[in-house]
């Protein structure tokens, strides 16, 4: 499993942080950027860069967005097909987006949770599967209906 990484300025240092906790957890890790701080750089490109990669790697891979409200990192993720890109602020949130919607990018808000929860936040998304259940992949097919 690689997970793919990207952060605009807001999210560049929780980024940072996040990035060496993986490291240090034996996770193949892709920094998308941003690689510098830049106090004027924007969120799409990033969002673009972890969403394409998703889906040209393979089944398991992740990715990880992080900007100031996790609102803009999440739209434009979700505006690629097949990227499931879901906004946490808790671990039952990211429990409920990998194990119900089989999200495959998490999105954390920099400005609303510690670091201590952004990390266990990543930790339970990345330990958590999808339950398979019925009713859950009932409503993936229909988004893929729907949407493409």
Request: glycine fraction near 8%.
């Amino acid at each position: 499993m690689t997970i793919y990484l990207g952060a605009d300025h807001a999210g560049f240092r929780l980024k940072t942080m996040l990035s060496e906790h993986l490291v240090h957890q034996g996770h193949n890790v892709l920094d998308c950027g941003a690689q510098n701080l830049d106090a004027d750089d924007d969120y799409p490109r990033f969002a673009y860069a972890v969403a394409s990669r998703i889906l040209g790697g393979e089944d398991d891979d992740l990715g990880l967005l992080i900007c100031g409200s996790g609102q803009g990192m999440s739209m434009a993720a979700n505006r690629v097909n097949g990227v499931r890109a879901a906004l946490a602020w808790s671990e039952e949130t990211a429990t409920s987006a990998r194990a119900d919607d089989n999200a495959n990018v998490l999105v954390l808000p920099s400005r609303f949770i510690s670091d201590e929860d952004a990390v266990s936040i990543l930790d339970t998304f990345i330990e958590t599967h999808f339950k398979s259940d019925p009713k859950y992949q009932r409503r993936l097919d229909e988004l893929e209906q729907l949407y493409g």
